[in-house]
């Protein structure tokens, strides 16, 4: 079982950056391929960005290619989303999550588990 905790989130304006964190619990963050993923008000829990176990594959919403960068340390059991060129329809409570099986990535059926989200709010 692994526990996670973002940061990271804040209030800032269109075309600010910001760079949330994930903290993950255990000894075997490594065995995990992470997420993040973002809900609006009213709104599903939108896929927005996955590395693998090794971080050598990452996988992004087409809203947020070329935008957001997600990375992973593994030593020190942390994974990054960097945003920049932020946009107002970004705003969201981000949650970063884990899972230790095998399969698609980019639906939230796929992980397992979760962190509490952190709210990013972009005002233009």
């Known amino acids: 079982q692994v526990q996670l905790v973002e940061s990271g989130g804040g209030s800032v304006q269109a075309g600010d950056s910001l760079r949330l964190s994930c903290a993950a619990s255990?000894?075997?963050?490594?065995?995990?391929?992470m997420g993040w993923f973002r809900q609006a008000p009213g709104k599903e829990r939108d896929f927005v960005a996955h590395?693998?176990?090794?971080?050598?594959?990452?996988l992004y919403a087409d809203s947020v290619k070329g935008r957001f960068t997600i990375s992973r340390d593994n030593a020190k059991n942390t994974v990054f989303l960097q945003m920049v060129s932020l946009k107002p329809e970004d705003t969201a409570v981000y949650y970063c999550?884990?899972?230790?099986?095998?399969?698609?990535?980019?639906?939230?059926?796929?992980?397992?588990?979760w962190g509490q989200g952190t709210q990013v709010t972009i005002s233009s």
């Open positions: 999550a884990a899972d230790p099986r095998t399969g698609a990535v980019d639906y939230s059926h796929a992980y397992v588990y």
């Open positions: 255990g000894r075997t963050f490594s065995s995990y391929r």
């Open positions: 590395i693998s176990r090794s971080g050598g594959i990452t």
